[in-house]
Every structure is written in structure tokens, then in C-alpha cells.
């Protein structure tokens, strides 16, 4: 087994659709140990989704991984089969959607749905479920929970359902915990609520989180590394305090200027990205940011920039770095 | 900011929605107070369900408010207690909307020409159909699209483009006031800048006056002059958005703060959340009194008795708590 909880090496996958080829991801690479908080941000369509999916073998059917490797603690899961994927989903590693609206099931109860996890994946029966399922809506701080295992979805607020749906998540006490912009669909003062509860949860557990959002608040407090995605590949990944104090990226760079300074003294204008997101069924041929990026070169246009190393946890794809490299060490001979 | 001159003042709007199948009435706005001034972008910020969005269309006369008095630029549109109900058409040459969702505020079946050119024919503007096409074209350029866009469908565009579509029929009649209705919280990140942008650039040379609705603070708050925070259909608190981040007197206005994530990790780390327990009561049952209290750190049976009123507490900073004093 590998030092890694996650090990994505180049993956590749694309969707087939009348339209053509979509080149949803090119050449992935993400490792992630136990135990820690990963940030995926990006605008939609820029992969981050479905990266994170395909550590579940959740892509949709046209989707296929064309080229490198997925693993997760241990297992291929880019060989594996349906049957052996149901093993893994929900035991160890689980899912927690952006609507907690729609990922219940309105006509079953919430202690049904949370028992069916438990049966599922342990010999637990009974007494022993109601038990267990009492226990995890304590533990997402949901009161009264031998009323509300009685009750139904459309009973609860969206707060309280997306609780519900963690206390799903974590009920087989999964090595990983994949968030898809958990609090977007929420108002900000329940967001904090979910957002104080996952803090918590992943101490208590010692569970890795990987964090998909495109909301740069979002992860600033939680997570320790940041991978930034555009057009279906990491541009930059790095520590948060790199991506935020030292990004290396013009594309980071400019999501971090295109944000209101919440506490700004006197007014500055923001500073937008120009232009529109990438069509994916006919990329650049070069760097994917190249027609939104204000230092644009020629190189940019006809050749994918490599990854440029800036310390072991920290890397971008920009010629811009591979340009300041190469003058210093000029500088130096 | 151009002049003091009000250009909207609203007092005591009420707008109730009757619930199916029962004699229960949704309070949605439940006397809402405010005034913009001219060149002014007054912003309203509030969880979903506080009646921010209804307060725009109510104003607009989009829904007929239940009670209340909207007057405009001098000129009284309603008014609920001598009954006066102004035909809206002129009015509509001068009061303008840009929705939310830009997928579903333009219709698939037009293009994009006759979606900017609809306002025109229903006002009459111009007499030929080369001014109109002029106009439209001019329109289009103005918000960052151009004459070959006319003819397409609105399913052609991004989020962003689509936006600035609604922007173009909304500026079609030439209008002096302009509801926008969270036009940026369906847009990406980096498209939400440059749509924020225009509306600054627009209201400098068309010199609009703005009521900008978001439940993004930071949104907001970079955008407006002034701010009003609702809960449950009440203004809790009205403040220059300057006065109203440092200096937040009401507790709600104070956890909304609080809550919104910092996107700057050292800071993150250090600021506290103020997290609120539970969630925002029913509009069709509101709690007595403060709408607040049943969520509120400082509440106690006085705030039950009765709704406390929007108070000066000062210059141009008013908030509706009778705890002031012991909000630390």
C-alpha cells in the first residue's frame, strides 16, 4: 500500500457526446494523506467535480477514464468492477452533494436512510442500527434525534438536512469524505453552523476531506492544501497559505483579485477576469488560460506549459515561472 | 453620489401571500421603511426568505403590495390608505429590473435583438425599424456584446453573457432606477467581477440609481453606498456600508458578518464565528415581538412584547433592537 490515502496519477477522462469528444480532465495528478483537508476550486465545468468523483467510480456513462491511474487506499479503483466499487462506497469513503434537498429520498424516513448505510456495510442489526443511527445525528448536532429518525426529508430545513446527509456519510467511519460545494445552496449563517460541524467532525474522526467549491472563503479556513483547477487540469496546487500569499498561477492570481476585500478601508475596483470560460470540446491548443490571461506569450498559445516545482508541496503550470527561471539562471553564469 | 435629493421612499411596505388550501398568510415584507437617494445604490442584504427579493418586486409593483406608501422621484405610485394605485406604464420607462437567473428571465423563443428591442416597442421609442436596430446594437456594444449577437438565441451564451442581455433590456427605456435582483449570485467567480464592474461603469455614465439585492455581504458591500439588513420581512439595520462592517450594532447584522468566509487564510484562522443556533422561524408564524429573538444571544421576554423600531442610533445609522446597550 502506498503512503497516500488518494494517488491520482495523470488521469485522463473524457466525456463522448454527440457534440464530440469533452475533455473533462487532462492529466490529473493528486496525492492526499489520511487525515487531511484537500480544496478543489474552480469555475463549473472546470473538472472539479469530476475528479473527485472518480475516486467514488461515480462517472457518468458516456465518462470514461482514458489514460493514467486512480487509486484509494489500496485499490484501483480504475479496474475495479461496479460490483466491487459498492464495498467501498459509503464503507470507506462517502459523498456529501451540494443540495440536501435532492440527494434524500422524500418517501423513506431519515432513520431508514441512515440505517441503510449501516446495514449495508456492518452486521449490525435492529436495536443495534437504531442505536448507532441515534449516535451519529448526536454527533452532527441534531436534537431530539429518536423523534427525527421517525421523520421525513420535507419536515427538516435545509440545515438540518444537510446534516442528515453527513450523518449518512459518516456512518460507517469512511477514511475520506468528499464535500461537492456542501454549504452553496445554504444561507451564510447556516453555512458557518455546517462549516464549524466539518472542523469538528474531522478531528474526531481523523478523516481526510477533500473540499470542492468554488468559493475561495470556503477554504481559506479549512484546508491545508489548495489544487486549482482550470479547463479540466491543476494549474496550481500548493499549501493555502502558498495558493493565497504566494500564488504562482496568473489564473489564481486573478481569482484572488476578483474577489471584494470584505474589509477593505477605501474603495478599490475589482479586477475581473476578462473574457469567457473554455469551451472544452474545442480546448486551446496550448495553455487553457492563455486567450483570458493579460501576460500572455507566444509560447503560451502553441504549447502546454510543464509543471514548474517551487518546493515539494507546491507547483504551477505557467510559463511565466519557467521564463523567471531560465533568466535566473542566466543571471547566476 | 449626485445631490440628497430621495429619489424612492418607501414607508411601512407590507406585501402578505396568502397560503393554499388555509386562511394562513405568508408575511413576506412586514413593514419595510426605506428611502435611495438619486445616483444613491442602496443594497438589501438577507438569508433566502427574509423578503429582500419582494421587497424589489413590490416597489416595482411586480406583486400589488398589501399595504403601504411607495413614492417616487415626488410623485406617489400607491398608497394603501387613501387608495391611490398609479397606472404603472409611464413608470416603467423610469423603474427597471435585472433578475437573478438569466437562464430563465430571457425568453429561448426570441433573439437576442428582440429581447433589448421589446421595452422599445412596447414604449414606443422609436418610429423605425433602423433606429431600433440602431438603438439595440448600441445597447448591446454598451454591455460588452456586439451586433452579430443580435440575431442569436439566448441558449448561445454563457451565464455572463446572458446577464448582460438582461442588463441591455433593462437599459432599453433609458431608466433612472434600476432593482437588481442578485445579478451576480448565478454567475462564476471571476465572471461576477466583471458584471459588478459594468454596473459601477453604467451608473457613472447614466448617472442610475440602484437597489442592488444580494445575500452576498461582500458583494454588497463593495457595491452600495448605503445598506439595509432584513430578517424575516423586517429592516433590523440601515448603515453607510462602511459604518455598517466596522461598526454593526444589531446582533443579527453581527453574526451575518461573522459568518461570511474570509478568503484570507490568516485571518480565517483567527476571526471567531458568532454561529447561531437554529434556523430562521417561519414567515407564515412569525415569533411576537422582535423577529430575532428566538435566535438571538441576548434576547429575554421583553423583546417578546413588542417589534422594536428602527432607531437613529447615529448619523444615518438606525437599528431595531432594544438590547443595544448590551450587544458586546
Known amino acids: ?333 | 453620489m449626485s445631490g440628497n435629493k430621495n429619489l424612492l421612499e418607501v414607508t411601512d411596505l407590507k406585501q402578505y401571500f396568502p397560503v393554499a388550501g388555509s386562511r394562513a398568510v405568508v408575511h413576506a415584507v412586514d413593514g419595510v421603511s426605506l428611502t435611495i437617494k438619486k445616483g444613491e445604490t442602496f443594497g438589501l442584504v438577507g438569508e433566502s426568505g427574509c423578503g429582500k427579493t419582494t421587497t424589489g418586486r413590490s416597489i416595482l409593483r411586480l406583486t400589488e403590495p398589501t399595504a403601504g406608501k411607495i413614492v417616487y422621484d415626488g410623485e406617489v405610485l400607491f398608497d394603501s390608505e387613501t387608495k391611490q394605485k398609479e397606472d404603472m406604464l409611464p413608470y416603467r420607462r423610469k423603474m427597471q429590473i435585472v433578475f437573478q437567473d438569466p437562464y430563465a428571465s430571457l425568453d429561448p423563443r426570441m433573439t437576442v435583438g428582440d429581447i433589448v428591442g421589446e421595452p422599445m416597442d412596447i414604449h414606443k421609442l422609436y418610429d423605425t425599424k433602423e433606429d431600433r436596430r440602431a438603438r439595440i446594437i448600441e445597447l448591446l456594444e454598451h454591455v460588452g456584446l456586439n451586433s452579430e449577437h443580435a440575431n442569436r438565441f439566448p441558449h448561445e451564451f454563457s451565464g455572463g453573457q446572458r446577464q448582460r442581455v438582461g442588463i441591455a433590456r433593462a437599459l432599453a427605456v433609458d431608466p433612472e432606477f434600476i432593482v437588481c435582483d442578485e445579478p451576480v449570485s448565478a454567475l462564476d467567480v471571476s465572471i461576477q467581477a466583471q458584471v459588478v464592474n459594468m454596473f459601477e461603469d453604467l451608473q457613472k455614465e447614466m448617472g442610475l440609481t440602484y437597489l442592488f439585492i444580494a445575500h452576498d455581504l461582500s458583494i454588497v458591500n463593495h457595491i452600495s453606498d448605503r445598506i439595509g439588513v432584513m430578517y424575516l420581512g423586517h429592516l433590523v439595520e440601515v448603515a453607510e456600508s462602511e459604518e455598517l462592517i466596522f461598526h454593526s450594532a444589531h446582533p443579527y447584522t453581527r453574526s451575518l458578518i461573522s459568518a461570511v468566509p474570509i478568503a484570507d487564510p490568516k485571518i480565517a484562522r483567527e476571526s471567531k464565528r458568532i454561529i447561531l443556533e437554529g434556523d430562521v422561524p417561519s414567515p407564515v408564524n412569525p415569533p411576537s415581538g422582535c423577529p430575532f429573538r428566538t435566535r438571538c444571544p441576548y434576547a429575554d421576554e421583553a423583546c417578546a412584547a413588542q417589534m422594536p423600531e428602527l432607531k437613529e442610533i447615529a448619523p444615518g445609522h438606525q437599528a431595531a433592537c432594544i438590547h443595544l446597550d448590551k450587544v458586546s
Request: with cysteine; proline share 5%; hydrophobic share 35%.
Open chain 1, 1 to 333: 500500500m502506498s503512503e497516500y490515502l488518494v494517488n491520482i496519477q495523470h488521469e485522463r477522462l473524457s466525456f463522448f457526446t454527440p457534440a464530440g469528444e469533452v475533455k473533462a480532465l487532462n492529466d490529473v495528478t493528486i496525492q492526499m494523506r489520511e487525515g487531511e483537508v484537500l480544496g478543489i476550486v474552480g469555475e463549473s465545468g472546470s473538472g472539479k467535480s469530476v475528479t473527485a468523483y472518480s475516486i467514488m467510480g461515480l462517472t457518468a456513462e458516456n465518462g470514461k477514464i482514458v489514460g493514467g491511474s486512480v487509486e484509494f487506499n489500496g485499490h484501483r479503483i480504475d479496474q475495479m468492477t461496479e460490483k466491487e466499487m459498492r464495498k467501498i462506497r459509503g464503507k470507506e469513503v462517502s459523498i456529501i452533494f451540494q443540495d440536501p434537498m435532492t440527494s434524500l429520498n422524500p418517501v423513506y424516513t431519515i432513520g431508514n436512510q441512515i440505517g441503510e448505510a449501516i446495514r449495508l456495510h456492518t452486521d449490525k442489526k435492529g436495536d443495534e442500527v437504531r442505536k448507532r443511527t441515534i449516535a451519529l445525528l448526536q454527533l452532527v448536532g441534531i436534537n431530539e434525534p429518536e423523534k427525527r429518525i421517525k421523520q421525513y426529508p420535507h419536515e427538516l430545513s435545509g440545515g438540518m438536512r444537510q446534516r442528515i446527509v453527513i450523518a449518512m456519510a459518516l456512518a460507517c467511519q469512511p477514511k475520506l469524505l468528499i464535500a461537492d460545494e456542501p454549504t452553496t445552496a445554504l444561507d451564510v449563517t447556516i453555512q458557518a453552523q455546517i462549516l464549524e460541524l466539518m472542523d469538528d467532525l474531522k478531528e474526531v474522526m481523523n478523516m481526510g476531506i477533500i473540499m470542492i467549491t468554488h468559493d475561495l472563503g470556503v477554504v481559506a479556513s479549512m484546508c491545508d492544501h489548495i489544487a486549482v483547477m482550470y479547463a479540466g487540469e491543476i494549474v496550481e496546487y500548493g499549501t493555502t497559505d502558498d495558493i493565497f500569499y504566494h500564488p504562482r498561477h496568473e489564473y489564481t492570481k486573478g481569482l484572488i483579485r476578483s474577489i471584494p476585500k470584505f474589509y477593505e478601508e477605501a474603495y478599490e475596483r475589482l479586477v475581473p477576469i476578462e473574457g469567457q470560460p473554455v469551451d472544452l470540446l474545442n480546448p486551446p491548443k496550448g495553455c487553457p488560460f492563455a486567450p483570458r490571461c493579460d501576460s500572455c506569450m507566444k509560447i503560451c498559445l502553441s504549447r502546454k506549459p510543464e509543471r514548474t516545482e517551487f518546493s515539494d508541496e507546491h507547483y504551477a503550470r505557467c510559463w511565466l515561472n519557467e521564463k523567471a527561471q531560465f533568466e535566473e539562471e542566466a543571471k547566476g553564469r
